[in-house]
Antibody
């Protein structure tokens, strides 16, 4: 059974940093593109960043230059380093596993970890 | 900036058929955008319905189908049921290596 468990969320002040983790199990982690998605409660989904099996990274314009996605295949863990946080980064952050084989679609989702940026 | 458009809301009668669409503010959606569709109820993680335009995810009933209609991706629900009342999101892959979600459609079954 595929499981994705996010952690690391919390309350931080504007300008501060936070690192999110996503522990994956139930599949060959190193073989799949992994993605971070965020959602403000009551609002829509927003794609944040993805990293493919070769560790090539992609970012939404809204986070480019501030967020860094990475993966540790030895630990089956995905990360999102978030720097220079802003109030508009407040959301629930979820990790997701790709279907693979060039489908560019998300198959499994975690439940998410909340991030609040406020002074 | 690429904007993916969806109907903000839609209503369907039980047993009826509804088609939700997913378009681009500039240009047409094609299979090269690998359109996928997700269903989300409040407080729950999204559930994948359709990927790569028209492939149903495991366990998804065949009354959900995906297609390209004209210049948009489409999700059709045939024989709508009360528990189909949810938010539906499309996701498009852009050639530049980014993904963009639509704003979501709130489907009411009544």
């Amino acid at each position: 059974e595929v499981q994705l468990l996010e952690s690391g969320g919390g309350l931080v002040q504007p300008g501060e940093s936070l690192r999110l983790s996503c522990a994956a199990s139930g599949f060959t982690f190193s073989s799949y593109t992994m993605t971070w998605v965020r959602q403000v409660p009551g609002k829509g989904l927003e794609w944040v960043s993805s990293i493919n099996s070769g560790s090539r990274t992609y970012y939404a314009d809204s986070v480019k230059g501030r967020f860094t996605i990475s993966r540790d295949n030895s630990k089956n863990t995905l990360y999102l380093q978030m720097n220079s946080l802003r109030a508009e980064d407040t959301a629930v952050y979820s990790c997701a596993k790709d279907y693979g084989s060039g489908t560019y679609s998300l198959q499994y989702w975690g439940q998410g970890t909340p991030v609040t940026v406020s002074s | 900036q690429t904007v993916v458009t969806q109907e903000p809301s839609f209503s369907v009668s039980p047993g009826g058929t509804v088609t939700l669409t997913c378009g681009l503010s500039s240009g047409s959606v094609s299979t090269s955008n690998y359109p996928s569709w997700y269903q989300q109820t409040p407080g729950q993680a999204p559930r994948t319905l359709i990927y790569s335009t028209n492939i149903r995810s495991s366990g998804v009933p065949d009354r959900f189908s995906g297609s390209i209609l004209g210049n948009k991706a489409a999700l059709t629900i045939t024989g709508a049921q009360a528990d189909d009342e949810s938010d539906y999101y499309c996701l498009l892959y852009m050639a530049s290596g980014i993904w963009v979600f639509g704003g979501g459609t709130k489907l009411t079954v009544l």
